[in-house]
């Protein structure tokens, strides 16, 4: 009896310690777990999942499909292929060293500090406007990145993969911007090479909100085959006024996403200091004769165009490319480099 109660302690002990022993390394295993996992996080060298994305806008008015609300999206893992239309957050996820892209919208033209994706180990999804559905479906991405221009197909790309909206806004455009970095630095492990990366922008907004304290007035406007458009305060250039500094020479200017009919008469009327000039026309891969339409008797006649004071921007860049890392850099540069 002695020797059966001995043994039934012995047995009993020893059940106690591998338990705790095991109840041990599981603590440390999931201790070691949750302190590389934040580690990782405050190091900015993984992202802590599940995360939820929500979109850089809630929803946005499309002139075929209507008013398109987004929805947040959760992810369980980081996406490993992604696929991306928007220019200007591909840009973005460059400057970041993001990898894992496996389809952009090649069937535009891509901005020439892009022009690597043309490569065919990216596949094609499609243009700007025009998503092919079948093709980005054989990919089987793990997110989809879309921006205003496929935003009549966002119920259609649903159905493919998770799709986060990462577009700029016309009525918050620099704040969306920042709000499509956050998201790609937060989802892809990368918040202090984002950090890193905008702090280039502080000497160059310094710099140009400095050159437009020289002007008194300035319009921002867009040519298209012979036509003028111009923008305001409200409009999709909005910052130009807000961010940069430059003094708009009107604040009648009606909103739209395309700008408003200027006439050449109306922009000798307004007669501003410095005037800017968005090429579509060169945006759009045609042929353009910006500076004989605009250089023309009447415009010779302005106070821009009297001083050497017209500045014409480049098209794809702020155009098609906008809403990027580089690509908004790039545009303050461009200005710099024109005015100084």
């Known amino acids: 009896m002695k020797k059966w109660k001995l043994a039934s302690a012995m047995l009993a002990m020893s059940l106690m310690l591998t338990a705790c022993g095991s109840n041990e390394e599981t603590a440390k295993e999931e201790t070691k777990q949750t302190t590389t996992a934040k580690d990782q996080a405050k190091e900015g060298q993984a992202a802590v999942y599940p995360m939820t994305v929500s979109s850089t806008t809630t929803s946005v008015e499309n002139e075929e499909a209507g008013t398109i609300n987004f929805e947040d999206v959760t992810f369980e893992t980081m996406p490993e292929k992604i696929a991306v239309f928007d220019y200007g957050f591909l840009d973005t996820l460059d400057a970041l060293g993001v990898e894992g892209v496996v389809g952009v919208a090649k069937d535009s033209s891509l901005p020439a500090n892009l022009e690597e994706y043309a490569d065919d180990k990216y596949k094609s999804i499609g243009g700007l406007k025009e998503p092919l559905l079948e093709d980005i479906a ?90 003028l458009s111009g923008f305001g305060k409200d409009s999709r250039y909005g910052y130009m006024y807000d961010v940069y500094g430059f003094k708009p020479v009107t604040n009648d200017i009606e909103s739209s996403s395309h700008g408003s009919n200027f006439s050449f008469e109306a922009l000798l009327k307004f007669d501003p200091q410095v005037l800017f000039v968005i090429d579509r026309t060169a945006a759009t891969g045609e042929k353009s004769n910006i500076k004989a339409d605009m250089e023309n008797e009447i415009v010779k006649k302005t106070q821009a165009y009297k001083n050497n004071k017209i500045v014409y921007l480049d098209g794809p860049l702020w155009y098609l490319s906008g809403g990027g890392l580089q690509s908004e850099l790039a545009k303050i540069e461009e200005i710099l480099a024109e005015l100084k």
Do not use: C
Not at 165 to 192: H, N, P, R
Not at 194 to 223: H, I, Q, R
């Open 138 to 227: 054989e990919l089987n991405p793990d997110v989809i990145f879309i921006s205003g221009r496929q935003s009549a197909y966002y119920d259609q790309l649903k159905e493919i993969a998770p799709v986060v909206f990462i577009g700029t806004s016309q009525d918050d455009y620099w704040g969306t911007f920042l709000a499509s970095v956050d998201t790609a630095a937060k989802m892809f492990g990368k918040e202090k090479e984002a950090k890193e990366y905008l702090a280039k922008y502080d000497s160059a907004l310094e710099e140009v909100k400095a050159l437009a304290g020289n002007y008194e007035t300035s319009l921002v406007t867009m040519y298209d085959q012979g036509n």
